[in-house]
């Protein structure tokens, strides 16, 4: 039987702010497995040397959730269920925003020196993209109302 997930929209996704501990010699942010990440963490990624203009993302995943966190500089999150679209600005790094399945994405206008760390809840694996915003629209019309 295969995995089924909720539907999902744009108001699934969440920033989350994370705990930021601050003394005198700077700050320290620490995350946890299904603490402060809701999830159990897989694998972990970043984007960096992003050139001015360029464009990250444009897909979205059926099982897989993402947790992303702007390290250093800022960048926005395109967030795109189908029906409703939401930017989202990542500029600070103990401000975390999680991403559920079925939510198209795309990471645009990044700064200077911006570093897009992404923690997903699953492994690398091909199947679990869509990457054609045409098979995207098709498949949120064809998982009904009720399932992924």
Known sequence: MADKVVKSS???CSIVHLPKVHNRTGNITAL???KTIPFKVKRV???YDVPGGAERGGHAHRKLQQFIISASGAF???LDDGLNKKLVRLDRPHIGLHIVPGIWREILDFSSGAICLVLASENYEENDYIRDY???KQFRADTGSSDI
């Open 76 to 78: 926005d999150v395109l």
């Open 134 to 136: 045409e098979h995207f």
């Open 32 to 34: 946890e497995n299904e």
């Open 10 to 12: 744009i108001y699934d």
């Open 45 to 47: 990624y970043y984007l």
